[in-house]
């Protein structure tokens, strides 16, 4: 901040809509510029330049622009938005807008990093191959996560999708390695309650210490929501590419960000795209969920598990369609299985895990695990479908071969899916309940497995 | 004509500059830090550009300067093994100049400007030349590279020309007094001329059963990849880049996933070409303009590697060229369509969509170049339609353009059945044009084989529905032995495992080998059956597990004989 000039004040507001303050007359003002608006009451507001031209500045301010009159002077800071980040924000809770909210001191920062962030190089990626155990058999075995991935999860309203993030956030390791480790928590437009559930959760199980929490909640403004999830990964980049930490970042709820975006983008007249969201959506969430992965000769990385509620359980609605486009992989929730008391209710089916392969087999989980998890996946499709003709002509009609394939499919979502909200398991016990429960279907069923696994780890 | 101006306005991509006064198109330099952008638009005395770079705290009266050229690719020795940005910039070269992040204001050459290579002339002193004629030869690494006469110079007589070592921007010819270097410049927005289009009739061999068999794309088409998240269009793709038997693949991964292009990028090098024992990357160039690259440079990645794509196909060569995707290419043109306000068509896209895409899908051909050898250029498109949906308009008006068509199918993915390509709503045109040259090629009854394999899943289909109702024990016998034959023909022959070194690939010759398997498990099937043999003893020959298991055996080829043994042997002990 040290070479920026004193700068002059507007005092030129020619209109003000929604969120957006218009300003005339102004000497070059630079696009996304930082701004500084003064109300009459002496109070101060920030906002970013959105348009920029000779005759006319367009401003979005964050806060909301309630109490703002022609009269508010406007001041333009000459630099785009950063982010403070240092080692120090660990075990810190902050605002939507970065301002510490633990009643802790202001953070004193080792570094100043534009939010906004750049792309990294293709050339300079590496490809993520480590396998991390989240303790959940459903992930784990069936869609594998690995450090550098984006895998988000598909809920929707009424699903426990807050526990098995805390789940995720507080089993989550890599087997064998010792490394520094953080998790940072992106809240956006989180109700007040939630938010109370996460901080008993973070301090309860001690999580907090290796945290970095942003809360932007429901009652916060819409355009600080759009900056929320920038101040978190750009935190997120520094502990991982500058001080060489492995990074998770959850980020909940997406789709109240998306609502954001639309709101401002309306505000703006834009002209729409799908279901009134603008068309800009796909690279705007490319810009957040883009910035995980690795580095080659670098030691961090960040994973992130973005949050997503599917509007009326619709997974062609744009947000997890756009979503699914650019992450790898998706874990959708279901309802069915919620109320049939499964937890996690993990869909299976629709579930994938995209980098899967690159970080499972032999050396990293177990050799059988990727014929394991086909298998199942078959198995349990095939079980399922079963069960509706079963519905219309009754078990009797079956063959034995179908009973066991409907059998399979009962014992796969009550041994696999099912477990404990505190229940860590290992990649071998999970592993382990797979080959126990394909015992129950004929060998010959065992189509996608070669017969060397099935010689090591059927036990009849 | 003033080339100097200022800039008016910036919002986002999009910048207004005035006094500088263009052509449409031109490229200009934007701002102290003389960020690339293209203008798309002109109105009175302000000139729009689209701006490949981020344009954050860029203002209104920094300098804007016209180069006066419309957007270029380098074309020469190279080309081949770079990867590169949407505009051409390398990305290793960028990751050396700034580290492991795209900043702006940034650039560098396409072409090494250093690298030396052995130029062998074919023409001598004196010779007359015409527009892309091949003045000499260039090995870039395993391929020969063919330096061709500019299209710019249309007739003319050979001053001098000299064999040694160059540069690609010495002089190796000069041509009635122009100086001609190895390195040639080609606006990408226009077709590279040829002498004669012709009508494909040769099929690009993929190595995948379902698309060699089933749904087979001719040399010089263009095939579209519909589908939704998670089906497999990238692997798909991936396994065509890998495995076809183009000479040169050009692969634009456009607005796609920073991992993904990475895969391609470490994947790649460490492939073997079946054809050559040589690494892949050797005949290979790649486009990686991920999904958080600058937009506008996405919009002009396609024109750019089609560009490069149509400069190996004029020296004779089959090119594949597979942009991955194009509906992120769509996508781009709407954004930056909404930044300038025009009115919008159908779901905001611009209303000259459709026009742009035939555009891009037309360049795709068999030729005859203009130095008279044939080359080609098959264009594979993934589209990625919202939710699915086929009936949007990215998708829609690419079905009107290309003549083959690869659904891929969520159902099948659910099933693990890859590729997930579906049989019975796949379609392709070039069957008639490509029926001679696999009777020629493969077998005689080869396309029979492949008729008879589809009515056989058309019949499951139909009987699924009855089986959906009653359950399969109500069906008659025969139609029980289809389903099975049905089943074998999806499991044993539409699945293949892009994974695995044996079932990776699988030669066209073989192909025919399985499928004749297939049949003949189905003949004896139907004897057995005409024998009184029941469906249940047919069903489970020990066999079929077998062939199963074959295709991911190492001695595949004898494992396939001895199928086809134990098959005569265990139906005559049935009795047949």
Redo the contacts between chains.
Sequence with gaps: MANVKVSKEYKTISQIAGPLVFVKKTDPVGYQEMVNVRLSDGSMKRGQVLDSSEDLVVVQIFEGTTGIDRAASVRFLGETMKMPVSKDMLGRVLSGAGEPLDGGSKIIPEKELDIEGAAINPWARDSPADFIQTGISTIDGMNTLVRGQKLPIFSASGLPHNEIALQIARQAKVIGENEEFAVVFIAMGITNEEKQMFMTEFERTGALKNAVVFLNLADDPAVERIVTPRLGLTTAEYMAFDLGMQVLVIMTDVTNYCEALRQVGAAREEVPGRRGYPGYMYTDLAQLYERAGKIKDKKGSITQIPILSMPGDDITHPIPDLSGYITEGQIVLSRELHRSGIYPPVNVSSSLSRLMNSGIGKGKTRDDHKAVSDQMYAAYAEGKDLRGLVAIVGKDSLSAKDRKLLDFADLFEDRIVRQGVDEDRTIEDTLNIAWDILKELDVDQLNRIDRKYIEKYLKK | MSTEGVI?????PVV?AKGISPKMYDVVHVGTEKLMGEVIKIVGDYSIIQVYE?????????PVSNTGLPLVVELGPGLLTS?YDGIQRP??V??DKM?????RGVTAPGLDRKKKWDFTPVVKKGDEVEAGQVLGTVMEGTMLHKIMVPISIKKGKIDSISAGMFTVEDTIAEIDGVKVMMMQKWPVRVPRPVSEKYQPDVPLITGLRVLDTMFPLAKGGAAAIPG???TGKTVTQQSLAKYSDAQIVVYI?C?E???????V??EFPELVDPKTGQSLMNRTVLI?N????P?AAREASVYTGMTIAEYFRDMGYDVALMADSTS?WA?AM??IS?RL?EM?GE??YPAYLSGRLSEFYERACRAKSLCGEDGSISVIGAV?P????LSEPVTQNTLRIVRVFWALD?KL????HFPTINWLTSYTMYNKQLEGWYKKNVAEDFPQLKSWAMQVLQKESELQEI???????SLPDEQKITLEVAKMIR?IYLQQNA?HPVDCYCPIARQYVMMKLIKKYSDLAEKALKAGISVEKIA?VPVR?RF??AK?EENIDSELEAVGKDMDTQFAALGV
Excluded: W
């Design positions: 008016y306005r910036v919002a986002g207004t981020n344009t954050s705290g860029i203002k209104p009266g920094e990867v990305l290793p960028l990751r580290g492991d992040y795209i900043f939704a998240f998670g991964g607005g996933r920073g991992n993904e292009m990475t895969e990028l470490t990686a991920t999904s958080n690259m937009v992120r996508e709407r954004e909404s306000e919008p779901e905001g990625s919202p939710g699915g949906d969520t993915r659910e099933r693990r089986v959906q109702m009653v359950g399969s024990d499991e994974y489970y597990q199963n298991q991911y």
